[in-house]
Structure formats: C-alpha cells, structure tokens
C-alpha cells in the first residue's frame, strides 16, 4: 500500500483535531511535530519515496 503526503494530511489533520477536543493542553505539541514532519517532507521528499 502506498501512502502519500497529500493522503496522510487529512488523516493527521482528523486525529490532531480530535486529540486537541480530548486534551486541549496537547495543542502546541501537536502543532510543532506536524510542521516538523511537514517541513521535513517539503525539504527531503527522497527520504519518504521508495525506488523499486
């Protein structure tokens, strides 16, 4: 199975926004990692692409 970025944003978009109404203290953990990983994807796209 092949996952791609623009796939997993709406998935992490849904699980931030529901761990944010569970524990709302979690928000600015929550927002760093995800532009964290983000940021990493946009810089070294070869890192999470696979050649066969």
Same mark, same amino acid.
């Given at each position: 199975?092949?996952?791609?970025?623009?796939?997993?944003?709406?998935?992490?978009?849904?699980?931030?926004? =529901? #761990? =944010?109404? =569970? #524990?709302?203290? #979690?928000?600015?953990?929550?927002?760093?990692?995800?532009?964290?990983?983000?940021?990493?994807?946009? =810089?070294?796209?070869?890192?999470?692409?696979?050649?066969?």
């Amino acid at each position: 199975m092949h996952f791609d970025v623009i796939t997993i944003q709406p998935l992490v978009a849904l699980l931030f926004g =529901i #761990l =944010i109404l =569970i #524990l709302p203290r #979690l928000l600015n953990y929550l927002i760093a990692i995800y532009l964290i990983f983000i940021g990493l994807v946009g =810089i070294f796209p070869h890192i999470f692409t696979t050649t066969t």
